[in-house]
Antibody
Framework: QVQLVQSGSELKKPGASVKLSCKAS????????MNWVRQAPGQGLEWMGW????????TYVQGFTGRFVFSLDTSVSTAYLQISSLKADDTAVYYC???????????WGQGTLVTVSS | QSALTQPPSASGSPGQSVTISCTGT?????????VSWYQHHPGKAPKLMIY???KRPSGVPDRFSGSKSGNTASLTVSGLQAEDEADYYC??????????FGGGTKLTVL
């Protein structure tokens, strides 16, 4: 069965970096895109963008450019989200989600809570 | 790329039906038949309930149905059950390999 297993919660200080992982199983990793979605506390789901698992080409939504980097290791069917220069506003749950036709999420990971606090 | 508009809340008694709307523009909801609906229980992974406006993934009860008219999509939950209480989000393809979500609707089963 399709599974996306994300890395555990992170507590970081402002200015630090964090790299989250999303390990896929149960399907051919490169046959679907991988989306990243943020949910800030008390807020809704916000699409951050996606990465083409065939080409490695990422697409970032406005507001998630510069400090956010999507990457892959196809040898272990894993997608990564790296966030640099962390701010308190980055405190959120980050989800990965498999994408049909690239950007249409179907299966989701369980989410990773990132807390940024001094 | 603005979020799709959903009502913040909806409610119904067990056994009743409730419909949640999702309003966009002709650049997203109105322009493509790629509207999805997700059920999200806090602390859990969102679950796909409807895709391509009207289609239900395997395992989703037929109490859940989707439709679209113009720039507005809708999710109807019939025969409400206590376990349906959750947050519901719509999403739509918005062209050029982009996606947009709605703001979410908290469904309460009274």
């Amino acid at each position: 069965q399709v599974q996306l297993v994300q890395s555990g919660s992170e507590l970081k200080k402002p200015g630090a970096s964090v790299k989250l992982s999303c390990k896929a199983s149960g399907y051919t990793f490169t046959s679907y895109g991988m989306n990243w979605v943020r949910q800030a506390p008390g807020q809704g789901l916000e699409w951050m963008g996606w990465i083409n698992t065939n080409t490695g080409n990422p697409t970032y939504v406005q507001g998630f450019t510069g400090r956010f980097v999507f990457s892959l290791d196809t040898s272990v069917s894993t997608a990564y989200l790296q966030i640099s220069s962390l701010k308190a506003d980055d405190t959120a749950v980050y989800y990965c989600a498999r994408g049909i036709l690239g950007v249409l999420p179907d299966y989701w990971g369980q989410g990773t809570l990132v807390t940024v606090s001094s | 790329q603005s979020a799709l508009t959903q009502p913040p809340s909806a409610s119904g008694s067990p056994g009743q039906s409730v419909t949640i709307s999702c309003t966009g523009t002709r650049s997203d909801v109105g322009g493509f038949n790629y509207v999805s609906w997700y059920q999200h229980h806090p602390g859990k992974a969102p679950k796909l309930m409807i895709y391509e406006v009207t289609k239900r993934p395997s395992g989703v009860p037929d109490r859940f149905s989707g439709s679209k008219s113009g720039n507005t999509a809708s999710l109807t939950v019939s025969g409400l059950q206590a376990e349906d209480e959750a947050d519901y989000y719509c999403s739509s393809y918005a062209g050029s390999n982009t996606l947009v979500f709605g703001g979410g609707t908290k469904l309460t089963v009274l």
